[in-house]
């Protein structure tokens, strides 16, 4: 019988990625920063690297629910508005062996991510 074992690493890896997610949104969102900075994500990519991701393949994207620059540590996001923050990853050809049963694997420029919004605590 044909187990999918591969696919746990998937789901792991999608799961390290939300787990980060989170991570960063409470440090950035809190009431000391208000931001998540060039700084933060160097560190996260390291932290993701230790899992043995790729880091230069890790895509970070950071915005507000105002509009304005959720990575600008000059310019911290006020108390109430919202840090969204998307961390994706390309599957690397991890699904390939799915074409063995029939199916066919994402596109090569699929990903896989982790995200979320939280409010910002700073107050200036």
Known sequence: MFSPIYKHVLVIRQALL???????????????????????????????????FNAPMLEYAVTSTTGAEGDNASAPLPRGTGIQLRITYPYENLLNIDRLIGLEPPSGDARIGGGGMKMSEYVP
Request: hydrophobic residues 30%; proline residues 0%.
């Open 18 to 52: 939300q787990q980060e997610a989170d991570y960063l949104l409470e440090i950035g969102a809190s009431g000391r920063y208000g931001y998540i900075d060039g700084d933060m994500v160097a560190e996260s990519r390291d932290r993701l690297a230790s899992y043995g």
